[in-house]
């Protein structure tokens, strides 16, 4: 008997101002300042959290189920100094939120992993929205990450504020302020890869991008297809 199959079509004008919700349902720092932790990567199984400091240090993250009191566990990058971190966290449950904290146990972040293929998850499309909004809609809805599909109208980075808790990503790939400087590459388990983004068991094809829609469809083992097209 084949597996249930769900077709699901999503049809988003880059030009409009609505956030859209789910299938189901101020971090920013100043220039002295070390800047806030960014998801850079988020995996079923694991999580790459970078930040940069003003002082050469060893980076470190501390990490631990949400909800509990267990000890936590403690991820160390390799280098013993650098201005620039990426500490990847190993391990982790499939769609389980975490807390995690760098130097200041009291400065507390939380993320929750990719989920399984077959759980259900939600995220948040944007297109031209007012910056101030977005933390509030992030607080209320709780999605798993956020798309990011069109010019914020007020803010230097508007998501400065949610970068610590959820990975944004753009029409190119993963939004992030430190992989925009010029000393980093590209991460290559980022999930949006050649105009689609795999999250869960869903694959989003953006159709304004340059690929071959039928090759997008020929290797898709996920429950749930989207379509997000593009002006013009």
């Known amino acids: 008997m084949k597996n249930w199959f769900c077709y699901l079509l999503f049809l988003v ?23 806030a932790p960014e998801l850079i990567a988020v995996q079923p199984h694991q999580v790459t959290v ?3 400091t003003q002082a050469p240090v060893q980076g470190r993250v501390f990490y631990r189920p949400s909800g509990g009191d267990v000890e936590p566990s403690e991820a160390v990058e390799k280098v ?3 201005y620039r971190h990426e500490v990847v966290l190993p391990d982790l449950k499939a769609g389980a939120r975490y807390t995690y904290w760098l130097e200041d146990p009291d400065r507390r972040y939380q993320f ?12 948040l499309l944007l297109a031209g929205s ?3 909004a977005v933390p509030q809609w992030v607080m209320s809805e709780f999605p798993d990450f956020i798309l990011h599909a069109g010019a914020v109208v007020s803010g230097d980075d508007a998501m400065a504020a949610v970068r610590p808790y959820l990975p944004v990503f753009n029409l190119k ?26 999250w869960g068991g869903l694959r989003l094809i953006l159709l304004n991008a340059d690929l071959d829609f039928s ?15 593009g002006p013009g």
């Open 13 to 35: 004008s880059l030009a409009g101002t609505l956030g859209f919700f789910g299938f189901d349902g101020d971090d920013s720092e100043g220039a002295d300042k070390d800047s």
């Open 50 to 52: 970078a930040w940069t």
């Open 80 to 82: 013993s100094r650098a």
């Open 112 to 123: 929750q992993t990719m989920p399984a293929q077959s759980a259900p998850f939600s995220f």
């Open 130 to 132: 007012d910056a101030a």
């Open 173 to 198: 790939g993963i939004e992030s302020p430190y992989l925009a400087q010029p000393s980093s590459k590209d991460d290559p388990t980022a999930p949006l890869v050649n105009g689609h983004l795999d």
């Open 215 to 229: 090759t997008e469809l020929a290797n898709y083992q996920g429950h749930t297809l989207g379509l997000l097209v």
